[in-house]
């Protein structure tokens, strides 16, 4: 009997073991074959500033500048001042020479002569009609004494009297046309000799000098002849601009020049690792211009200016880049959520709300968004957790675990 006791003992414990040895590869096979958790990124929702912003390059412009130009065919002595250098108000920055007349040769001599000439008998000509004339006057004057006699004795009529005034008054009116003709002739005289003389001059003629001033105090900003020369009417010579004065040119595209105002603030950059200053809108301007991206897209885009609320510290020059952002529009105190966060949901926008270690779909009602941050009208709650990229296999409940922590703003 204590032998039978025994036998059966260990038969019992070794069922016992084997089911213990089922029971655990059942557990096994279970939990391996259960589905497990998705890890995903996530992202805290946020109370603060939401700005709507456009961002574009630039660059920085004189706002007073002024143009020097040659103000009639001259040569240019050869420049001194140098691109950046300062000048004063009314100091000399170009020197110039009337071009020299030109060299002649026999046959333009020989017809400046013929011209001398011509003039010469157009003077006497004038001179003999001037005499013949101032004899004509001496008769009409005798007989206006004549008739006014005769009609003072009444040997004449009243009408022959005014006959003889009026001729009188017309070959006097001719004498003076025919002085005039002289001293007309004088002159075409003393032009053709002084024509003559001044060819047979030629570059040996005495010629002036002719100083160009700064009109403001400034910096020369450009060189357009940095040599001497000659120069043609109208030609520039150099720029000068007020150098503690700019104003940056942002060209952006026309759609979204609409949406800025006069006065928009402006944030510009001059550089990686400078601070960026401060400035606003001061014009729009109504004109816009066509411009091919990088891309290789035509696009129509308008200049916006922008002022400097206070000058930077750092110093300017006329074409220098700068990276400006353009607010427009602010608003405080706004639920925002990681723009990632947003996935479509036919015609609206939903996120993904993790809680308890599953994902709670919810719809959103967008304000506004721009490339970081979306804000909405409500339905979260500041510091949950939301599904940034979600995939797009994830479902509402589904189980998920937090691979990264939430980024900050």
Known sequence: MKIESASVGRLSLRHVSWAVLAALTIAALVWAFLPRATAVD????????????????????????????????SELARPTLKVGDSV????VVAVLTPVAPQMIDARTRR??????????????MAAAQVERLQAAVAQARLEDERAQQLASQNFVAASARDQAALALRGQQKAYDAAQAERHAAEHALREARLALSLAQQGADAPRG??????????????????????????????????????????????????????????????????????GHVSRIEPVAF??????????????????????????????????????????????????????????????????????????????????????????????ENVVVYPAPELADGQRVEIRTSGASR
Not at 253 to 276: E, I, N
Not at 331 to 358: I, K, M, Q, S, Y
């Open 290 to 383: 066509t411009k091919v991206s990088a891309l290789g897209i035509e696009e129509q885009r308008v200049n916006v200016l922008a002022d400097f609320d206070l000058a930077p510290a750092l110093p300017l020059g006329e074409g220098f880049r700068v990276d400006a952002r353009l607010t427009v529009s602010a608003h405080d105190g706004a639920l925002l959520l990681p723009a990632a966060a947003l996935l479509r949901d036919g015609a609206r926008w939903a996120a993904f709300v993790v809680a308890e270690g599953r994902l709670h779909r919810r719809g959103v009602e967008l304000r506004d968004r721009n490339a970081d941050w979306a804000w909405v009208a409500g339905g979260f709650t500041a510091g």
């Open 111 to 124: 017809v400046l002569q013929e011209r001398i000439g011509q003039a010469e008998a157009a003077l006497a």
């Open 42 to 73: 996530v992202a805290a929702v946020q109370v603060g500033r939401f700005e709507q912003v456009i961002e574009q390059d630039g660059r920085l412009r004189a706002k007073q500048r002024y143009l020097i130009t040659a103000p009639t065919a």
């Open 88 to 91: 004063r108000a009314g100091q």
């Open 209 to 278: 000098r002719w100083e160009l001033s700064s009109p403001v105090a400034g910096q020369v900003i450009k060189l357009h002849q940095e040599s001497g020369g000659p120069l043609a009417v109208g030609q520039p010579i150099l720029e000068i601009a007020d150098a503690s004065a700019f104003e940056a040119v942002i060209d952006v595209l026309s759609g979204d020049a609409l949406r800025l105002h006069v006065g928009a603030p402006v944030q510009l950059s001059l550089g990686s690792g400078t601070p960026a200053a401060v």
